[in-house]
């Protein structure tokens, strides 16, 4: 069999391409990324840019008459149509000997019916539905990009046995910490910015501390000396790493980078599909790794969670993070591709 890989990148958020450029790098030259607005992102890995199918008119309506069997399926979509028309005529010609899906039921569907293999990524979250379900049987194998400790234990016992847990396959800069007293708020794509206005009534409340943001945040009125906002930036893992305190939203990525570093962690999670970032952070506060907020807390409250987050980092699990984790799951694939 061909030991050439697929793997289909969903394009909401950024944790699927991080984890996809982890394990290709990791198996060079057997690999090449499907997906939407890959150009640019991809390194040196080969990729086969995607049509959008995202839709304003049926984005309410997206099961389009699909019953119980798919998530998304609007009616008279071209970009959905080109997607289809582009993967399958990729399929024919590579004749890959698998394809990863990292994330989409119809595109995992849409790989058996090229009679080729394929593995499915299962995410955090209540995914217990019928048409993950169906996904999932139709899987040679199922990858979680996290411990088994930290899967959702109402999952069902098929699904667990079949699934390989394999963390670290996002990058992550493990270091020695370098700067003391300094807080990293991250944000990620997949959500909605922070309230710049409570990051500079956080940062007043603790100014023995120095805030920097990350990502989308709103600006505030007035800036405090002691926090920086500095939008997008390419080298969150690395700033991860140099600093003390981590907060953010639970996804992936941050998740990965903050228990490979094993930085202090407040965690408040945001409404996601299937409530992943919730069971996500359940599963966090459970084992010790995270401070879990519901909602952004009033400023005086921030000198007492500082302190808390770090004394709870102390007694975190390391187990947790597995430094060779792209390595493994790049060899796993390839068992089954070839």
Not at 57 to 65: A, C, E, K, M, V
Not at 167 to 176: D, R, Y
Request: aromatic fraction near 6%; proline fraction near 9%.
């Amino acid at each position: 069999m061909n030991s050439q890989i697929g793997y289909y990148v969903h394009h909401h958020g950024d944790g699927h391409r991080q984890r996809a450029l982890a394990i290709a790098k990791a198996l060079p030259g057997c690999i090449t990324l499907l997906g939407t607005g890959l150009s640019g992102k991809t390194e040196s890995i080969p990729y086969l840019d995607l049509a959008n199918d995202y839709d304003d008119r049926n984005h309410h309506d997206s099961g389009g008459g699909a019953g119980e069997s798919l998530h998304y399926a609007p009616h008279g979509h071209d970009g959905i149509r080109q997607r289809v028309a582009a993967i399958t005529k990729w399929v024919a010609c590579a004749k890959p000997g698998l394809i990863v899906v990292d994330v989409s039921v119809e595109v995992a569907m849409l790989a058996r019916l090229t009679s080729t293999p394929m593995v499915y990524v299962r995410l955090s979250g209540s995914r217990s539905d019928p048409p993950h379900l169906d996904a999932f049987r139709a899987a040679l194998a199922i990858i979680s990009p996290f411990h088994r400790d930290l899967d959702d234990p109402e999952m069902a016992p098929w699904v667990r046995e079949k699934t390989a847990y394999l963390p670290g396959l996002s990058q992550a800069h493990p270091g020695p910490l370098t700067q003391e007293n300094t807080v990293l708020v991250v944000c990620g794509k997949g959500g909605s910015p922070f309230n710049g206005e409570d990051l500079a009534a956080a940062a007043a409340a603790t100014p023995e501390m120095k805030w920097r943001a990350i990502g989308p945040v709103t600006p505030p009125e007035k800036l405090p000396p002691n926090l920086i906002i500095a939008g997008w930036v390419a080298t969150a893992d690395e700033e991860i790493a140099r600093s003390h305190i981590i907060i953010g939203h639970p996804g992936d990525g941050l998740v990965n980078a903050v228990i490979a570093t094993r930085r202090p962690f407040i965690c408040l999670p945001q409404p996601r599909p299937f409530d992943e970032q919730f069971v996500k952070a359940k599963r966090l506060e459970a084992l010790g790794v995270a401070v879990v907020l519901k909602a952004w807390p009033e400023a005086a409250a921030w000198p007492g969670l500082l302190v808390r987050a770090i004394k709870l980092n102390s007694d975190a699990p390391s187990y947790l993070h597995d430094p060779d984790g792209a390595a493994r799951a790049a060899q796993f694939l390839k068992s089954l591709a070839s």
